[in-house]
């Protein structure tokens, strides 16, 4: 046989052993890649995403998508020939499968959790599109869960109302956690409470809750490496109560990301004209009570996936604008936003075609 052949024939086989151990040698990685975008002014299943009652509405036009991230599940076992085309392709992302999935986190508990995320940031979207309106919306501190075999167990309740600790008023959820390691492990704490049934019943009536008790607790030690911090094993949260109904409707979706576009479409139902002027606006970014957009993962495949779906200008979070304008594609405008605000200051630009003065992204 020819050397020139055998030569080529060897290194075939190399080639082909090569891709055989590829395909059954398998690596610690996941992938994300661009996943759907909705537009939050319009339908998903035949039903408006955001509904709104009990409040004057407005008709609205173009777009404000939110957009999403496929990511493969928590038993996906990716092999080293899918690792290098991942790599090499540009519409996906390869990551460690951590960073997808934290060490020990099941399918079903990052289902939950990215569930409560979603649930979440609607309450915050609709907290800071009214807030941006100047609409009033009522808070109170509430127990968002208690953990079990904790000092709480039995004593507080998800959905009690709490109204102070040692005496002291609690504004925010912060206080709560504040005013209790102020004690010693070991040391007892007061809170005073109204019961969860009492308080949802007073919030459905349009009425000031009564009925507060003193539960005592014994604060046991915070897990290593905080053993010198007292807790008493409750999560406490913000509880709101809206002066009409606001139901956002999107189902197979989860996380914090789409808070942003949520509270925009809001403003956008809720106010004459439209924020938009008729042009295909896609974003994304979580958002507080306050306003302040806050950054997400995967930008870079949620950029493909605005693009694709015909979007010209992209809100970034202020924290995201470096990844992103590494890699944007083209024909996509970013604008960097830090707050509700200035979002919807960005969205008045770009209506009046006024957009020389868009905050944009640099990679650097």
């Keep these: 046989m020819p050397r020139r052949t055998l030569t080529l024939l060897t290194s075939t086989l190399v080639l082909i052993a090569l891709l055989c151990g590829g395909v059954f040698f398998t690596v610690p990685y996941g992938e994300m890649s661009p996943g759907p975008t909705v537009n939050t002014l319009g339908k998903s299943g035949g039903k408006p995403v955001l509904q709104i009652s009990g409040h004057k509405t407005y008709p609205t036009s173009g777009n404000l998508n939110m957009v999403t991230v496929r990511v493969t599940t928590a038993d996906y076992n990716m092999n080293l020939v899918e690792a290098v085309y991942g790599w090499l392709a540009h519409d996906t992302l390869v990551v460690p499968h951590n960073t997808l999935y934290p060490q020990g986190t099941t399918e079903q508990e990052s289902t939950q959790q990215n569930a409560e995320e979603f649930s979440e940031s609607q309450e ?3 907290v800071a599109a009214l807030t941006e309106l100047g609409i009033p919306v009522k808070s109170r501190i509430v127990v968002s869960t208690v953990v079990k075999d904790s000092p709480a167990e039995g004593k507080l309740h998800a959905g009690d109302l709490i109204r102070a600790v040692d005496g002291t008023p609690v504004k925010e959820p912060t206080d709560v956690a504040k005013l209790v390691t102020r004690h010693k492990p070991g040391q007892d704490v007061v809170f005073t409470v109204i019961p969860a049934k009492a308080a949802a019943d007073a919030a459905k009536a349009g009425e000031e809750p009564k009925g507060s008790k003193k539960v005592t607790m014994t604060t046991e030690k915070a ?3 905080d053993a010198d911090r007292a807790i008493v094993g409750i999560t406490a949260g913000t509880d709101h109560t809206f002066p009409f109904d606001i139901n ?7 996380g914090p990301s789409a808070g942003l576009m949520f509270s925009l479409g809001l403003v956008d139902k809720l106010t004459p004209g439209s924020l ?4 295909f606006i896609a974003g994304t970014g979580t958002i507080d009570d306050k306003g302040v957009v806050g950054p997400i993962g995967g930008i870079e495949m949620k950029l493909i996936a605005a693009r694709n779906a015909g979007a010209r200008y992209f ?4 924290d995201n604008c470096s ?3 590494a890699d944007t594609p083209s024909g996509l405008t970013l604008v960097k936003v830090k707050t509700m605000d200035g979002a919807k200051k960005a969205l008045d630009e770009i209506r009046t075609g006024n957009t020389a003065s868009l905050s944009s992204c640099s990679a650097t």
């Design 124 to 126: 915050s979207a609709k």
């Design 223 to 225: 897990p290593a490496p």
């Design 248 to 254: 956002i409707k999107l189902a197979d979706v989860g």
């Design 276 to 279: 938009t002027g008729g042009k």
């Design 315 to 318: 809100l970034t979070p202020a």
């Design 323 to 325: 990844a992103a304008a």
